[in-house]
């Protein structure tokens, strides 16, 4: 089992930056790749960015490459999102996610085994 807890959302203006963090404990020696996903109201849920837990590649979505950089820190068991150039469109529930084993797919959600509880980020116009 893997538990996940994000934090770092907030409520920001458009053109501001948040970084969200997302903490790892119990058995993350496993982990594959390591998600951020959003869901704003009555949308999908959609894949942010992701990142190889042992590897350097990462990943983006169209809509936030350029402005949003995933990291990590292995030591911490944490991984990050930096966000900069917010736009309202950005507003959602951010969650993590973890896939102890391959997966083809980065975007696709249903991939992945393990699930945070999500932080709320509102980008104000």
């Known amino acids: 089992q893997v538990q996940l807890v994000e934090s770092g959302g907030d409520l920001v203006q458009a053109g501001g930056s948040l970084r969200l963090s997302c903490v790892a404990s119990?058995?993350?020696?496993?982990?594959?790749?390591m998600g951020w996903f959003r869901q704003a109201p009555g949308k999908e849920r959609e894949g942010v960015a992701a990142?190889?837990?042992?590897?350097?590649?990462?990943y983006y979505s169209d809509s936030v490459k350029g402005r949003f950089t995933i990291s990590r820190d292995n030591a911490k068991n944490t991984m990050y999102l930096q966000m900069n150039s917010l736009k309202p469109e950005d507003t959602a529930v951010y969650y993590c996610?973890?896939?102890?084993?391959?997966?083809?797919?980065?975007?696709?959600?249903?991939?992945?085994?393990?699930w945070g509880q999500g932080t709320q980020v509102t980008v104000s116009s």
């Open positions: 990142i190889r837990w042992s590897a350097s590649n990462t």
């Open positions: 119990g058995r993350t020696s496993s982990t594959y790749i």
């Open positions: 996610a973890n896939a102890p084993s391959y997966i083809s797919i980065w975007q696709a959600s249903s991939l992945y085994h393990y």
